[in-house]
Every structure is written in C-alpha cells, then in structure tokens.
T-cell receptor, first 114, second 115 residues
Framework: AQSVSQHNHHVILSEAASLELGCNYS??????LFWYVQYPGQHLQLLLK??????LVKGIKGFEAEFIKSKFSFNLRKPSVQWSDTAEYFC????????????FGGGTRLMVKP | EAEVAQSPRYKITEKSQAVAFWCDPI?????LYWYRQILGQGPELLVQ????????DSQLPKDRFSAERLKGVDSTLKIQPAELGDSAMYLC?????????????FGPGTRLTVL
C-alpha cells in the first residue's frame, strides 16, 4: 500500500521568507508525485507534478519541487513567499502499479504574514 | 474555464437520515472520482468511475454508501443512514482518462454535517 507523510501541519512565515514543505512517501515501485494547493474558499488545484525525467519540477506561481528517489521525498519549495500563498498544501502520490488511486498526505496549512 | 460542479455546497442532516450529493464533471471527462476529506486530513478516494462503470470502490463503506453514474456523465453519491462520523467534505473530481498523466480537476465539495 502507498502512503504519504507531510511533517509540518502548520507553518507560519513572513513575506519574502523562503519556504520548504516536506513530503515523504512509501511505495515500492515507480511513482508519480503531485502537489495540490487549496486557497481559502477555493477548490483543490494542481500546483505541480512529477512523472519522469528531471527530478526538479517547476510549477505555477514560482513553486518548485525536487524528487529525491533515495529519500522517498518530494519537498515543495519557493524562494520568497507572498501573502497570497496562504493556503493548504497537499502532497499526493500515485503508484504506477496501484491502479489509479491518488493517495494524499494530511496537508500543511501555510500562513504568510504581511 | 470548465469546472466540476457539485451540489449542494452544504448539507446538515440528522443521524439515520439519508443524504445525496450530486456531481457534474467537466464535459468530455470519462473518469470521475468521489473523495472524502475529514477535517485536518487529506482527501481519501471512495470510488472511481470510468464512464458508467465502477473501477475502484474498495474504500467505499458499502453497507451505507452507494454511488452511481448511470449515463456515464453526472454522478450521485448517497449515504443511508448517515452517521455522526460521516461529517466531512465530499469532493468530486474528474479527468479526461485513467492514465496517470491525466490531471484530476476537483469541484468545490459538499460539506456534510451530521447531528
């Protein structure tokens, strides 16, 4: 079975601070990895995804994530956060041999202080 | 921009009552998913449809939950009878197909409160 762990449940940063949200997964085979974001009052939307190739993936709004296979990690980063990045962030994994089940982590709630 | 539609947005019911949620996926999307998101947790897949057929309902509590997508377009998720532990956000998502590279698009969800 596949699982996803997000270590930080709540993160508070000031504007312009750098962000790194941790994500570790458990799965024995090839995986596809995703970060979703949910802004206040809005629905879940895809931030970025990794399927293969360059392990450093760039997404929307200046976000990026790095897949480190040896560490089973897919951490999300942004060099300088803005107040508008306040949202809940979910890491998700889909194992290639696990049907099409997308398994989500518990989420990290980010608050950016202006 | 096309979106996944869900209704109602909010539902309050008493335990032992029946509730139903409706989802209209993005036009042309053959794959439809129902997720449950308990407060403070990530979404968990309940059921997945490919057109009108159930692909995966291994996480659906079948004693009280049912889902259908009769014409392969919109879908209904039903709970009967509702229990206190069913209070959660119920999310619908759709994708063009089942392949891993197909992005899932999520609707706004139905927030269920069982009293």
């Amino acid at each position: 079975a596949q699982s996803v762990s997000q270590h930080n449940h709540h993160v508070i940063l000031s504007e312009a601070a750098s962000l790194e949200l941790g994500c570790n997964y458990s799965y024995g085979g090839t995986v596809n990895l995703f970060w979703y974001v949910q802004y206040p009052g809005q629905h879940l939307q895809l931030l970025l995804k990794y399927f293969s190739g360059d392990p450093l993936v760039k997404g929307i709004k200046g976000f990026e994530a790095e897949f480190i296979k040896s560490k089973f990690s897919f951490n999300l980063r942004k060099p300088s956060v803005q107040w508008s990045d306040t949202a809940e962030y979910f890491c998700a994994v889909k194992g290639n041999n696990a049907g099409n089940m997308l398994t989500f982590g518990g989420g990290t709630r980010l608050m950016v202080k202006p | 921009e096309a979106e996944v539609a869900q209704s109602p947005r909010y539902k309050i019911t008493e335990k032992s009552q029946a509730v139903a949620f409706w989802c209209d996926p993005i036009s042309g999307h053959a794959t439809l998913y129902w997720y449950r998101q308990i407060l403070g947790q990530g979404p968990e897949l309940l059921v997945q449809f490919q057109d009108e057929s159930v692909v995966d309902d291994s996480q659906l509590p079948k004693d009280r939950f049912s889902a259908e997508r009769l014409k392969g377009v919109d879908s209904t998720l039903k709970i009967q009878p509702a229990e206190l532990g069913d209070s959660a956000m119920y999310l619908c998502a759709s994708s063009f197909g089942q392949a891993n590279y197909n992005e899932q698009f999520f609707g706004p969800g139905t927030r269920l409160t069982v009293l």
